[in-house]
């Protein structure tokens, strides 16, 4: 049996992925369409959320329909692997790192892009000397430094809020020195730590704070050549993918994008439902996707205790993921994994998702050692 | 003339061999002294807990070639829905039980003394999985009162073998 064999069966042939890429509604199935979309030519959703499943009745439908279409075919984009393990894999900005050591030892392990944590990056002022030599090594080494993942909250009360701004409109600046290609953040809470979700979230007045606080720092940092995609968390104002595409409308700066992490905006109704949510996410954000992260979760607790898992093992479709980040255009996806407790699990989720993806022919750059 | 006895001997004795293989009949309390330690087979893999699967007792009943194997419920750490294998040697294609997403393709067989059976699914058993086969061999001790449940899974990240022992009640 292959990971075909799920598809073979046909369990999941019909209604609700869009399949092909789009926004437009006339190349959506006609209830996708009527459940979600405005009609006219508006790609405005309407109702949030998965359709129904069987009927308009009395249970919440977070059992998945049986005819969900998976469509698998792999696309021309190329994936690259990073991880946030701050023991290998992450770039630290510290005086007297061996940078070309680290990106072999990296390549060879079988990542081949990196990304930095903001807060660890800014603490430092990195030599102009330094910064040639560590833009020297990714050359030589064929690594790519892609980005660097904002914390903060944007609109946390008061100082905090400010203080995040200016970090970001900072963190944006010295990324373009670095020559990245992006800067993550996240559109923040009222709580003043944005992993602590907040009653008035998702109130018409945090609304607001995101997209004003967004659109500060783009006017902050205009013209600079650096894509700021934004990451949806449960706790924050931004939390599924209607939401991404209305706050990048919103906002309207084109360097606002997706950093897609799925798992951060799965809720029980989800959960069993996530070859849908990846579909309908894809098929609405499209190439707003800038990079994604790849976690994997679990529901196995009687409140809502969705935990983490390895990649692979859990309720995320990594087969719909991997294929449908593959059709972005990339050429280059970079693809974080994150979310781990120990270094070996890195190396196992590094190679589930090579699996997964090498038995569909997606393509991930490099190699890992065995 | 000699050697056509034995071919029919042979002949004679094949059913009496055949139903030689052991009985797993009964029920079956995990001996974690005998056992060695179990990773989490489903669920519970992730950042939270790394500790060793529990091991549930079992019940099993069998009736030539098809043995059934319910698990204590309180434990879902093994079968999750009651398991049913018919030892013949035919690979069938079953829905996984713990989810009824997916599929997963199993063999069930006697090799000497030992029930053998194999399976390849998605890990957890929902779509989009990465792929775990797992090997079992089960075989009773000579005095009939312990089950050693051997299993091997192999998977891209890791392969692993373990033994668990347990005892006739």
Redesign the interface.
């Known amino acids: 049996m292959t990971t075909k064999k799920v598809s073979r069966r046909q369990v999941f042939s019909g209604a609700l992925a869009a399949g092909a890429a789009g926004l437009a509604a006339s190349a959506m199935p006609k209830a996708y369409a009527d459940h979600h979309m405005q009609g006219g030519d508006s790609s405005l959703p309407r109702q949030v959320g998965l359709p129904n499943v069987w009927g308009e009745d009395f249970l919440f439908q977070w059992s998945p329909p049986e005819n969900v279409e998976r469509d698998l075919t792999p696309g021309n984009s190329v994936l690259r692997l990073s991880s946030s393990n701050s023991n290998f894999g992450r770039l630290l900005n510290v005086e007297g790192a061996d940078y070309d050591s680290q990106f072999k030892a990296w390549k060879k392990a079988g990542w081949t892009a990196c990304e930095a944590g903001s807060y660890q990056w800014m603490s430092r002022k990195m030599p102009d000397s330094e910064k040639r030599e560590l833009k020297a090594a990714l050359r030589e080494n064929d690594m790519v430094f892609y980005g660097i993942h904002c914390g903060g909250n944007v609109i946390g009360p008061g100082k905090e809020g400010e203080d995040s701004r200016r970090h970001i409109v900072e963190t944006i600046h010295e990324a373009a020195d670095m020559d990245c290609k992006l800067v993550l953040t996240h559109a923040g809470g009222l709580h003043p730590n944005r992993n602590v979700a907040h009653p008035q979230n998702w109130s018409k007045d945090a609304w607001e704070q995101s997209v004003a606080a967004l659109k500060s720092i783009c006017a902050d940092t205009a013209g600079i050549d650096i894509k700021i995609p934004i990451e949806a968390v449960n706790s924050e104002s931004i939390n599924n993918p209607w939401a991404h595409k209305r706050l990048i409308d919103d906002v309207g700066d084109p360097r606002i994008g997706v950093g897609l992490d799925v798992t951060n905006f799965v809720y029980p109704g989800f959960a069993f439902r996530m070859t849908e949510l990846l579909n309908t996410t894809f098929d609405l954000l499209g190439d707003h996707v800038t990079y994604i992260h790849a976690k994997d979760l679990v529901w196995d607790e009687m409140l809502a205790g969705l935990n983490w898992s390895v990649q692979g093992t859990g309720l995320v479709d990594y087969e719909t993921m991997l294929t449908r980040a593959s059709r972005l255009t990339g050429p280059e996806i970079y693809v974080l994994i994150e979310f781990l407790d120990r270094d070996e699990k890195y190396v196992q989720a590094q190679r589930n998702i090579r699996s997964i993806a090498d038995n569909l022919g997606v393509q991930v750059y490099g190699t890992q050692e065995a | 003339m000699k050697k056509a006895l034995l071919v029919l001997l042979g002949f004679v004795m094949a059913p009496v061999m055949a139903v030689a293989q052991p009985d797993f009949s009964g029920s079956w309390e995990p001996d974690t002294d005998r056992s060695e330690p179990a990773p989490s087979e489903l669920?519970?893999?992730?950042?939270?807990?790394?500790d060793p699967a529990r091991q549930a007792s079992l019940t099993i009943e069998q009736d030539g070639n098809t043995v059934e194997v319910y698990e204590d419920a309180r434990v879902l750490t093994r079968y999750a829905v009651p398991a049913v294998y018919i030892a013949d040697g035919q690979e069938r294609?079953v829905t996984v039980g713990n989810t009824g997403?997916?599929?997963?393709?199993m063999t069930a067989s006697w090799e000497d003394n030992k029930l053998v059976i194999e399976i390849?699914?998605?890990?957890?058993g929902?779509?989009?999985?990465?792929?775990l086969n797992t090997r079992e061999e089960w075989m009773l001790s000579p005095d009939g009162n312990t089950l050693y449940i051997t299993t091997q899974h192999n998977?891209?990240?890791?392969n692993v073998a373990y033994t668990v022992a347990y005892s006739r009640q």
């Open positions: 669920y519970r893999y992730g950042r939270l807990d790394n294609t997403v997916t599929e997963q393709d390849e699914k998605p890990w957890g929902m779509p989009g999985n990465v792929m998977w891209p990240a890791e």
